[in-house]
């Protein structure tokens, strides 16, 4: 992504903008619209029309800012300190043998006696983003929604792993389903409407007062003009504050809840939780690449054995190579890279032979009960099924991908 920011404002968070550093300029045409009360609410914060947009907003032209790398030996991690994300971050972790030692919950610091070069440090995730921008953090984790929001496709932040597995959820236009909404069911419908002019503009509340924008532009829908809230958007359609709105959506129960719908065409991100990096730390900090990739590593072995189960089953033949023949006819009994066949030695009035084979496949757990039911129809028996906890690969493919990415 390179839509970039004047350098000046990048580090901004959107509610410190002044008008007179606009991020978003605001309309005179579409604060027309809102009543003096909320008028000053989004003059204060940030409202926009798309048209105003295209004025401030630098497209793939301004240089990344400087980040700073400030002499200091420990590599320091990002955590959510609050909210759905900062427990599942830590367990995740934790299942990678890596274990936050946090003294109380009131700590903002903490150790991972795992990776004693490593310091954790929780932040409010949006925080997480402008320090790893500033130079103050070298690694975090936090959903993509925020990344994106508070990066603005900063080239100095990197994806390391995207998909960590947690924090599943999507960026979503969301309007009521009544009125004159009623039936509108696609992004285009809803920019079609005869209602939206320049004076008169679709009014969207969002938190996500840079993507909203961009993907508005991007969608060439004209007429739009954002505001801001913190939280509990839901309720601005029915509250006469906006139309529609734009925000996270997970279950979609709040939707629902609120008479409110998604519709065609209007998913702004698929967001969850990933590791981002400072490209600067990592090409200049010593020791960060060594923890990156020990972190890269225990995830990447972690996440993959998180989806799948060793099968273990016995399975009468002639030869390894027939029972192989047998087991490789069905699609879902391949393995990682094959089946792994073993002898079985019986004895049999004081003779050994072999008469069963043992098979060993991970399968997917979503496939389980197909493949047991493919390994029956070959004629295996006995079927064991246990979970497993890491699959180290000969090298994990996001660390090549890394190093490509940083020209190493
Ligand atoms: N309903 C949801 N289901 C799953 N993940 C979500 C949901 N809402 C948000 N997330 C993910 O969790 C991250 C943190 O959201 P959370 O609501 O915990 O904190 P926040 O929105 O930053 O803070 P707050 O809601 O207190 O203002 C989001 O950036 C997103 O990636
Ligand atoms: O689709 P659902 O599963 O219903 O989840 C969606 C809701 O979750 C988030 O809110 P959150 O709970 O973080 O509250 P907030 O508005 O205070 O951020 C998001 O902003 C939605 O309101
Ligand atoms: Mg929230």
Same mark, same amino acid.
């Given at each position: ?15 410190s903008?002044?008008p ?22 989004c ?10 947009l ?49 003294v109380?919950?009131?700590? =903002?610091v ?11 440090? /929780? ?18 984790i ?17 994806? @390391?792993?995207?998909?960590?597995? /947690?924090g ?10 009544y ?48 505001s801001?809230?913190?939280g ?19 279950? &979609?129960t ?20 990933v ?5 600067r ?9 060594n923890? @990156? ?15 799948? /189960?060793?099968? @273990? ?42 008469? =069963? =084979?043992?098979?060993?496949?991970? @399968? ?15 004629? &295996? ?10 699959? /180290? ?13 940083l020209?190493?």
């Amino acid at each position: 992504m390179s839509i970039l920011l004047p350098t000046n404002l990048q580090q901004r968070p959107c509610h410190s903008l002044s008008p007179t550093t606009p991020l978003i300029s605001p309309s005179p045409s579409s604060s027309a619209f809102f009543s003096p009360a909320t008028r000053r609410r989004c003059v204060r914060f940030v409202t926009s029309s798309v048209a105003s947009l295209q004025s401030s907003v630098a497209i793939g032209s301004a240089p990344a800012p400087a980040a700073v790398v400030v002499e200091r030996d420990q590599i320091r991690l990002g955590l959510p300190s609050k909210g759905r994300m900062a427990a599942d971050a830590i367990d995740l972790l934790k299942d990678c043998q890596l274990f936050v030692k946090q003294v109380n919950p009131r700590q =903002y610091v903490a150790q991972i006696p795992q990776l004693p070069n490593t310091e954790v440090w /929780f932040q409010r995730p949006k925080d997480i983003v402008r320090k790893l921008l500033s130079g103050d953090l070298d690694l975090g984790i936090v959903g993509l929604d925020t990344l994106s929001e508070f990066g603005q496709g900063n080239e100095d932040l990197i994806i @390391v792993h995207e998909a960590l597995n /947690f924090g599943d959820c999507h960026l979503s236009i969301a309007i009521p389903n009544y009125g004159i909404f009623e039936n509108i069911n696609s992004l285009k419908e809803l920019a079609q409407m005869p209602q939206w002019s320049e004076e008169r503009p679709l009014r969207v509340a969002t938190g996500f007062t840079y993507l909203g924008p961009k993907f508005m532009k991007e969608n060439g829908i004209k007429h739009v003009a954002f505001s801001t809230a913190d939280g509990a958007l839901e309720a601005a359609p029915a509250m006469g504050i906006a139309d529609a709105i734009l925000d996270l959506v997970s279950s &979609g129960t709040t939707l629902k809840e609120n008479n409110l719908k998604e519709i065609e065409g209007g998913v702004v991100l698929e967001s969850q939780a990933v590791l981002a990096a400072s490209r600067r730390a990592l090409t200049d900090r010593k020791g960060a690449l060594n923890t @990156v990739h020990e972190i890269l590593e225990r995830l990447e072995a972690h996440l993959k054995a998180d989806g799948q /189960f060793t099968v @273990v089953a016995n399975m009468r033949g002639n030869s390894a190579q027939e029972v192989a023949e047998r087991v490789l006819s069905q699609p879902l009994l391949s393995g990682l890279q094959g089946p792994t066949i073993s002898p079985v030695y019986c004895k049999q009035d004081g003779k050994v032979s072999i008469d =069963y =084979y043992a098979i060993v496949i991970c @399968v997917p757990k979503k496939a389980l009960y197909e493949s047991v039911k493919q390994l029956r129809a070959v004629g &295996g028996s006995g079927v064991l099924v246990s979970p497993l906890t890491y699959i /180290f690969d000969e090298e994990t493919p996001r660390w090549g991908q890394l190093l490509r990415n940083l020209k190493l």
